[in-house]
């Protein structure tokens, strides 16, 4: 069975902080995926890395794939009340028929 | 941008009775799934179907359950007979099962059996 794991699970910072958050797996995946989900809403996926070593931009958030592939994080800097949310790594294997495993997710708080 | 819709999107039934869930993957997706997520933990995999033919199915998936694409357009998860712990969050996915295997969520279902 692959795991994935995230620290932390709980985060609240102040409007403009820095911050990370981190997902490790058990085994490598062939992807890994993070979405972000909003209480009573579905996951929305937000990047997809799949080279050891990648890293992705989106606006303020810098996802980063370890060399090894089994661990991933997420940094977002200057964070904004709107980043308020769950944030999910999930890892999935090549064919369209294999589920995607989700972690426990990092839920975090921005306070103005 | 095509996304994943369901309906409805909360649903009360008493234990015992039979639901349906619906779900509208997006249209040029061949890959579907069902997922579900029990109040504060992890969303889990349910099912994959493809081609007219479940794929896929995690041990969560017994008998009471069964998927239907009934059209061109339409996904369906039906639970025969509903227990308390099958009460959750509900998500459909879709994927074009392109090499990483990316998968787009619908909003859910909340699923309350009383």
């Known amino acids: 069975t692959q795991l994935l794991e995230q620290s932390p699970q709980f985060l609240s910072i102040q409007e403009g902080e820095n911050l990370t958050v981190y997902c490790n797996s058990s085994s490598v995946f062939s992807s890994l995926q993070w979405y972000r989900q909003e209480p009573g809403e579905g996951p929305v996926l937000l990047v997809t890395v799949v080279t050891g070593g990648e890293v992705k931009k989106l606006k303020r958030l810098t996802f980063q794939f370890g060399d090894a592939r089994k661990d991933s994080s997420l940094h977002i800097t200057a964070a904004q009340p709107g980043d308020t949310g769950l944030y999910l790594c999930a890892g999935s294997n090549s064919g369209g028929y294999q589920k995607v495993t989700f972690g426990i997710g990092t839920k975090l708080q921005v306070i103005p | 941008e095509p996304e994943v819709t369901q309906t409805p999107s909360h649903q009360v039934t008493q234990m015992g009775q039979e639901v349906i869930l619906r779900c509208v993957p997006i249209s040029n997706h061949l890959y579907f799934y069902w997922y579900r997520q029990i109040l504060g933990q992890k969303v889990e995999f349910l099912v994959s179907f493809y081609n007219n033919e479940i794929s896929e199915k995690s041990e969560i998936f017994d008998d009471q359950f069964s998927v239907e694409r009934p059209d061109g357009s339409n996904f369906t998860l039906k639970i025969r007979s509903t227990k308390l712990e099958d009460s959750a969050m509900y998500f459909c996915?879709?994927?074009?099962?392109?090499?990483?295997?990316?998968?787009?969520f619908g909003p859910g279902t909340r699923l309350t059996v009383l």
């Open positions: 996915a879709s994927s074009d099962g392109g090499l990483y295997n990316e998968q787009f």
